[in-house]
């Protein structure tokens, strides 16, 4: 059995990361020369960490258990081998790390590179928490435009890709009509966040004409899917809208199929508040069973304002 064991990089990282999440004790893997990152393990107790390298020795492993609150705690524990030692307390100089006058170089030594260590950690450590941030932020993004939860699988991998844009495809069928939508996703240029900015929808009506449009999104707010279909089937959508000084207003919203812009969308017509169009004067124009309940009546005109078509 060897006793000299030089230790790998990837091995400090993980004693940091260990000791972040409350680990100090680890089992190695003490019949090895080289210690890699597969030959170390890290447990809260001493009892899990010698119930470990009991349950593990065989005879090409034998694991010793080491308790340590720093990377110099390891590095002071772990031998490097009697033969060496010995010449290092004959000769200190005999390593370029010691001197005549005591260890303090190397203790400066040590310290930096656990404090380099534990900065890579921590710096990781928020880019890992900024991600959950953004894949959460994005998936809410998602399921309140109204495009559902299928969708999060294949999100959670592309954002692990790292690409500077991605698309992700929704198709449904709405009263018999197939509706798809391609939802376009764009990296920042100055961040790691990524921004659902807009998505292209089609709705193939019954006489087989599609029509198409791309909607826009401000700040994860916009046009949601029901709304896209009930647009694209021909109907308007009353929506909060806001200038381009910020100011918010109302107003019904209506695509124009005789008039494109230059980007090839649909002009979208506006009728605001001032146009003059009630909608609850409208209904009660007709004997509808609803507005006589105060909660169905409500129910019946935020339906009605989102375009949708009543049974």
Do not use: C
């Amino acid at each position: 059995m060897t006793t000299e064991h030089p230790i790998a990089d990837e091995v400090l990282d993980l004693v940091s990361i260990a000791l972040a999440k409350g680990e100090n004790y680890m089992a190695y893997n003490n019949s090895l020369y080289f210690i890699d990152k597969a030959d170390v393990h890290f447990f809260r107790t001493k009892e899990e960490a010698v119930d470990f390298a009991e349950s593990n020795l065989s005879d090409r492993d034998r694991f010793s258990v080491l308790h340590f609150n720093s990377v110099k705690d390891i590095l002071n524990q772990i031998p490097y081998g009697d033969q060496h030692q010995r010449q290092l307390n004959i000769d200190p100089d005999a390593n370029g790390l010691y001197n005549k006058d005591g260890n303090d170089f190397t203790d400066a030594l040590i310290d930096h590179f656990e404090s380099q260590q534990l900065s890579l950690f921590n710096k990781q450590l928020k880019t890992d928490v900024m991600n959950n941030e953004n894949l959460q932020y994005l998936k809410d993004n998602i399921k309140y435009m109204g495009f559902g939860e299928n969708m999060y699988r294949e999100l959670e991998r592309n954002l692990g890709e790292g690409k500077a844009e991605f698309q992700l495809h929704f198709a449904a069928e709405i009263n018999k009509k197939p509706f798809e939508a391609t939802l376009n996703f764009r990296k920042s240029d100055s961040t790691d966040m990524y921004f659902f900015n807009n998505y292209n929808a089609s709705l193939e009506k019954n006489n087989g004409e599609k029509n198409e449009q791309t909607f826009y999104l401000n700040k994860g707010k916009g046009v949601t899917a029901k709304e896209a279909y009930n647009l694209l089937d021909g109907r308007a959508v009353h929506k909060d809208l806001t200038t381009k000084e910020g100011q918010p207003y109302k107003a019904w919203i209506q695509l124009d199929f005789e008039n494109k812009d230059k980007n090839n969308n649909f002009e979208v017509k506006q009728f605001h508040e001032n146009y003059g169009y009630d909608l609850k004067a409208a209904v009660e124009k007709f004997a509808v069973a609803e507005l006589n309940d105060p909660e169905k009546a409500k129910a019946l005109m935020q339906s009605l304002e989102k375009g949708n078509v009543q049974s």
